[in-house]
């Protein structure tokens, strides 16, 4: 079957101080990848769009410079937060789709806690 | 931007009851799934429902994509269906989230 694992689950950094999450495809080649957050009482938004062979795509109010995403092979892409601040803490998700699925898998999530 | 509306914010039902959750999006786009959000905050997926009627147990979807806007009906609710459900409308590689049903199911 389709999974999707994201690493960490929990981290928690210092205001001003930068973290990388990590996102991985098992089961199926992630040809897009997506990379959402939940802010605290809020619902999920869209930061970026990454499709293999194409340039990253990001939703407005997220740059490439606070949000940098790699997307090196069909299994892997990271995105990391830079400079991060209490607005940025919330449930980072990924969500990768494959050729062949017409459905977005999701990985269970990245928490941030910013201090 | 896309703007997708779900309703009710929050229900409150009594254990047996039925749920009716609605999910209306501002432009066409090409198919909705409905998620459960766990309390640890990831997401199981519940439907991918591109268009007609599906049913999972006691949960149907519904999506009519041409008038934009889907349903999910839980038929007679436990008190472990308590959570949040969210809806979402994609267009191919991403979706646009709902901001969510709180769902109560009281003993």
């Known amino acids: 079957g389709a999974l999707v694992y994201q690493y960490p689950r929990r981290t928690i950094c210092k205001s001003g101080t930068s973290m990388r999450m990590e996102c991985q495809a098992v089961?199926?080649?992630?040809?897009?990848v997506a990379w959402y957050r939940q802010s605290p009482q809020k619902t999920f938004e869209l930061i970026a769009l990454?499709?293999?062979?194409?340039?990253?795509?990001?939703e407005q109010n997220f740059t490439q410079e606070k949000f940098p995403i790699s997307h090196p092979n069909l299994s892997f892409s990271s995105m990391t937060v830079l400079n991060a601040y209490l607005e940025d803490r919330g449930l980072y998700l990924c969500?990768?789709?494959?050729?062949?699925?017409?459905?977005?898998?999701f990985g269970p999530g990245t928490r941030l806690t910013v201090l | 931007g896309q703007q997708v509306q779900q309703s009710p914010a929050s229900l409150v039902l009594q254990e047996g009851e039925n749920a009716e959750l609605q999910c209306n999006f501002s432009?066409?786009?090409?198919?909705m799934q409905w998620f459960y959000q766990r309390p640890g905050g990831s997401l199981v997926s519940l439907f991918y429902?591109?268009?007609g009627t599906k049913h999972s147990g006691r949960l149907t979807s519904t999506t009519v994509i041409k008038e934009r806007r889907s349903s999910l009906h839980i038929s007679s609710s436990q008190t472990t269906d308590s959570g949040t459900y969210l809806c979402?409308?994609?267009?191919?590689?991403?979706?646009?989230f709902g901001s969510g049903t709180k769902l109560t199911v009281e003993p």
């Open positions: 089961g199926f080649q992630a040809t897009s």
């Open positions: 432009t066409s786009l090409n198919s």
């Open positions: 979402a409308w994609s267009n191919y590689n991403v979706l646009y």
């Open positions: 969500g990768a789709r494959g050729r062949n699925y017409a459905e977005q898998f």
């Open positions: 429902n591109p268009s």
């Open positions: 990454s499709t293999v062979n194409s340039a990253i795509k990001y």
